[in-house]
């Protein structure tokens, strides 16, 4: 994927700045990262934490793994080198949305530990918060909402994540969600537990 940087092109600095868009919003912006096999309940807890945040007044916007191949991403496959871009593309988005002064989540298998370390490095360290959506392969596998563990163990879904394709663990998130042990309930406090002390600015502590 090309993606070389035009030398036509030049930065055009803002007239405001990201610690107004923070004081307009009365929120600290950041990234919260789910990474996590399919079923794993990433989407899930996702849309579950937008809802929560929204209705506490908080703007936020969740980019999900499946709906951002409907366009953004929709000339991507699953190749290695197509994961990686779709993953670059994603954390280039989420940096303007926290420089609009958003709060994003994201819901993406993400498999690979290089990529969400790319990922980190875009949207800035202390800002991206990753969180491990626990849940082993048996587990996801009896779920499997989509079918598509049925399909790539038939070898129909090619490059598979946790079949014919590795994941890659986080080896020191910010949180650990083990949705084979808590209902969507308690899993939801858990991560409202983690991000909401997050989004306070020095004001509104």
Same mark, same amino acid.
């Not at 800002?127 to 392969?137: K, N, P, R, T």
């Not at 858990?190 to 502590?205: G, M, N």
């Given at each position: 994927m090309n993606t070389t940087q035009s030398p036509n092109t030049v930065w055009h600095d803002s007239q405001t700045t990201a610690q107004a868009r923070q004081t307009l919003l009365k929120q600290k912006p950041m990234t919260i990262w789910l990474t996590g096999l399919s079923a794993a309940g990433k989407s899930t807890l996702a849309f579950a934490?937008?809802?929560?945040?929204?209705?506490?007044?908080?703007?936020?916007y969740v980019l999900d793994g499946d709906n951002v191949r409907?366009?953004?991403?929709?000339?991507?496959?699953?190749?290695?080198?197509?994961?990686?871009e779709n993953i670059?593309?994603?954390?280039? $988005?989420?940096?303007?949305?926290n420089d609009a002064g958003l709060i994003v989540i994201t819901a993406f298998i993400s498999p690979f530990r290089e990529d969400r370390a790319k990922a980190r490095a875009i949207i800035g360290e202390g $800002?991206?918060?990753? $969180?491990?959506?626990?849940?082993?392969?048996a587990a996801c596998e009896a779920r499997d909402p989509k079918g598509l563990y049925k399909k790539a163990r038939a070898g129909q879904v090619p490059e598979f994540t946790g079949i014919s394709s590795p994941y890659e663990a986080p080896e020191s998130p910010a949180l650990v969600v083990d949705s084979t042990k808590l209902d969507i309930s308690s899993a939801l406090e858990?991560?409202?537990?983690? $991000?909401?002390?997050?989004?306070?600015?020095?004001?509104?502590?």
């Open positions: 934490l937008e809802r929560l945040l929204i209705e506490a007044g908080h703007p936020c409907h366009g953004l991403n929709s000339n991507l496959g699953f190749s290695a080198v197509d994961r990686s670059r593309r994603v954390a280039e $988005v989420a940096k303007l949305m $800002v991206f918060q990753e $969180v491990y959506v626990s849940a082993d392969l858990l991560l409202k537990a983690h $991000v909401f002390p997050l989004t306070r600015t020095a004001k509104s502590r």
